[in-house]
């Protein structure tokens, strides 16, 4: 397998500026629904996270919330960096645009400890044929330019926009170009499906996210190959609101993450 040196930081050209304070920059080929990838977004603040903690510890859950509405081109990304203990650390990571807050995330980072309590089995990976058996699918560009940076083989459940009854979607997914499978990069694949409820709708809305939420279940110390599979299914959709659930997989069945995101539904 081809080794993968560049992290996403480096796509995004993540520099230090200043002491805990980095600057990277999002072009309009990373737009999404309604503005930079959200995924994106979430993916920078967990690599400021690790660029700034003072332990080489492995992420372990990621909470993040939208402040206002960003916009391509410069984000500026300020830590604070909260040791918890010897073995766990919290990283706080604000991202500005001119000056104005447009998201935070607090990142959790947790060393891997054996205990004398017995280790669970994660919810299993549902049974879907091998990636390169499944047809490439492709979001129109000129609805969702980001959908370029990803190659996405719908594995089970309804496409997007097809007025199916249910609401879930099921798909073997890469980044293009290829990164390290890391938090980061987790982060960026969690939002790489539409809303879970787009399956039932036959024209597009847009459904900013408004909160984003990531748990590891893994330190990741094994390197994992792309593609990973992702189930997105809809918890709750009313009030203006929707709730989705995610679940990331790579392609031996072990679960790396499971996300939350709310969006406010504006269609």
């Given amino acids: ?28 080929s990373w737009r999404g629904w309604t503005g930079p990838h959200g995924g994106v977004i979430a993916g920078l603040l967990v690599e400021v996270a690790r660029r700034a903690g003072d332990a080489d510890l492995p992420v372990r859950a990621v909470d993040l919330r939208f402040l206002g509405r960003p916009t391509e081109g410069v984000f500026t990304f300020r830590a604070i960096v909260h040791p918890v203990g010897r073995s ?77 009854d249910q609401a879930w979607m099921c798909a073997w997914i890469s980044l293009v170009p290829e990164l390290p499978i890391d938090a980061a990069t987790l982060a960026v694949l969690a939002d790489a499906l539409p809303p879970g409820f787009f399956p039932t709708l036959t024209t597009p809305v847009a459904v900013p996210t408004v909160a984003f939420s990531m ?35 790579d392609r031996g069945g072990a679960l790396l993450a499971s996300a939350r995101q709310t969006r406010r539904v504006l269609g």
């Avoid at 081809?2 to 990277?24: C, H, K, N, P, V």
Wanted: hydrophobic share 40%.
């Fill in 1 to 28: 397998m081809m080794q993968l040196t560049s992290r996403l930081g480096d796509e995004f050209a993540l520099a230090e500026t200043d002491y805990r304070i980095w600057r990277a920059q999002i072009d309009k």
């Fill in 88 to 164: 766990t650390a919290v990283v706080e990571v604000t991202a500005d645009q001119e000056g104005v807050s447009v998201a935070s995330a607090a990142v959790t980072f947790g060393r891997t400890t054996p205990t004398g309590v017995p280790e669970l089995p994660p919810i299993t990976a549902p049974n879907v044929p091998a990636p390169y058996d499944c047809v490439q699918f492709r979001l129109p560009p000129e609805i969702v330019p980001a959908g370029a940076h990803f190659e996405i083989r719908p594995a089970a459940g309804p496409l997007p926009l097809t007025g199916a």
């Fill in 215 to 249: 748990h590891l279940h893994t330190d990741l110390a094994r390197p994992t190959q792309q593609p990973v599979l992702v189930r997105a299914s809809n918890a709750s959709t009313g009030g203006g609101w929707s709730v989705d659930d995610i679940d990331i997989w």
